[in-house]
């Protein structure tokens, strides 16, 4: 079973920046795929940026390409480092784990990809413009 517990949100303004942590327990060093999700008010959850565990490879919906990076510190915490921040960016965010294999991860964000097995509470980031 892993667990997820996410922190660093926060109110910023448009332009700034913002770095969110996942503490991860109960993962073992296997094959899985990591991301970061959110979810603005009425609307549906959108993948943000994902991480295959064996070999590092990231992946980035268009909207955060060049401005957010996913990284993974030992499989212990997983980051989202926000620069450049829009009001649209505003929104809950959510750290997500599941087992994958590199192909299956390589989906992230795709439509029809499986939904993750392992989910955080949750960490709400405020963009004011």
């Known amino acids: 079973q892993v667990e997820l517990v996410e922190s660093g949100g926060g109110s910023v303004q448009t332009g700034g920046s913002l770095t969110l942590s996942c503490a991860i327990s109960?993962?073992?060093?296997?094959?899985?795929?990591m991301g970061w999700f959110r979810q603005a008010p009425g609307k549906e959850r959108e993948a943000v940026a994902g991480?295959?565990?064996?070999?590092?490879?990231t992946y980035y919906t268009h909207d955060v390409k060049g401005r957010f990076t996913v990284s993974l510190d030992n499989g212990k915490t997983l980051y989202l480092q926000m620069r450049s921040l829009k009001p649209e960016d505003t929104a809950m965010y959510y750290c997500?784990?599941?087992?994958?294999?590199?192909?299956?991860?390589?989906?992230?964000?795709?439509?029809?990809?499986?939904?993750?097995?392992?989910w955080g509470q949750g960490t709400q980031v405020t963009v004011s413009s």
């Open positions: 997500a784990a599941d087992p994958s294999s590199l192909a299956s991860c390589a989906s992230f964000g795709l439509a029809g990809r499986a939904p993750f097995d392992y």
């Open positions: 109960g993962y073992r060093g296997n094959s899985y795929c």
């Open positions: 991480i295959y565990t064996l070999d590092g490879s």
